[in-house]
């Protein structure tokens, strides 16, 4: 017998079968590593912050987003975030906001613009016990999958620095150019990923 679960109406079903009685051996032989894909709440924003600030302190000396404004994008738009668990510890995540303009600006760094078409992907962090695994690529995919089955969604955007531009080219996004954005003085391309432009994608995705 098994129990259907579902997060978010968008994301697929996983299933839970009912308990059976082993011993505490078998448990410990026979247990496998869980994983799990599921939008952020406000109650993930402590461990969401300490990853990304590991991830970026480090490298540039600053965060994509203060503490602050991740509870405040969890709180407006959860359903476009995705977190990656495994055991229910949070690995990897991605935070986006809604966007109305052609292209992104300073305001579009805080601010969440409801009921439009474009998502601002905000950051996207591995925990640092689990880089160099792909798990960055396979986060991005489940991620953009995910946003072909949101309705009325047709584009992502971001920014990124030039050494990721491949990294993103990679998963599907096209060059928009250089961004008027600069944080510290560091300079960002702007990237853009057209959801409605892979029928055949999203015809396989499941949605």
Known sequence: MTKQVCGSPFLKPFFLKTPV??????????????????????????????????????????????????????????ELSLGWFEEGQLVAFIIGSGWHKERLSKEAMTQHVPDTPTVHIHVLSVHRHCRQQGKGSILLWRYLQYLRCMPGLRR???????????????????????????????????????????????RSSGC
């Not at 970026?56 to 991740?70: A, K, M, Q, R």
């Not at 993103?168 to 961004?179: I, L, V």
């Open 21 to 78: 009685r082993v011993s505490s051996l078998q448990q410990r032989r026979h247990t496998l590593p869980a994983s799990e894909f599921r939008n952020l709440t406000s109650q993930d924003a402590i461990s969401v912050f300490e990853i990304e600030r590991e991830a970026f302190v480090s490298v540039s000396g600053e965060c994509p987003l203060t503490l602050d404004e991740v509870l405040n994008f969890l709180g407006q738009c959860p």
């Open 156 to 202: 992502a955007l971001l920014i990124c620095e030039d050494f990721l531009v491949p990294f993103y080219q990679k998963a599907g996004f096209k060059e928009k150019g250089p961004s008027e954005i600069s944080v510290s003085n560091m300079q960002f391309q702007e990237m853009e990923y057209m959801v409605n432009g892979h029928v055949y994608a999203r």
